[in-house]
């Protein structure tokens, strides 16, 4: 089992640029392919990235390709979403989570990660 906390969420302006930390404590987190989604207010949760176990294959909705990059340091088992030209449409609660599966297909599904974290605000003004 892991639990996973997120930061670095926050208020921004558009254009300007966030990195979100998703903490993993408890198994180790090297064995978890990971992944960010998003809700904003009266949507769905919607994919945003997602990185393999070792972090070679990751993956990303079209809306943030090009803007965000995803890493992750499995020494540090944090992941990473550096969000740059953030756009006012990204406003959302972000969430970690964790899937600990060997394949990376259906990176992009919410119902294949079995933990989450609390979510973190990100808030974008034009």
């Known amino acids: 089992q892991v639990q996973l906390v997120e930061s670095g969420g926050g208020l921004v302006q558009a254009g300007e640029s966030l990195r979100l930390s998703c903490a993993a404590s408890g198994q180790t987190s090297s064995m978890y392919a990971m992944g960010w989604f998003r809700q904003a207010p009266g949507k769905e949760r919607e994919f945003v990235s997602a990185?393999?176990?070792?972090?070679?294959?990751?993956d990303y909705a079209d809306f943030v390709k090009g803007r965000f990059t995803i890493s992750r340091d499995n020494a540090k088992s944090t992941v990473y979403l550096q969000m740059n030209s953030l756009k006012p449409e990204d406003t959302a609660v972000y969430y970690c989570a964790a899937r600990k599966v060997s394949y990376f297909e259906r990176d992009n599904v919410y119902y294949e990660y079995n933990y989450w974290g609390q979510g973190t605000q990100v808030t974008v003004s034009s």
């Open positions: 990185i393999a176990r070792s972090g070679g294959r990751t």
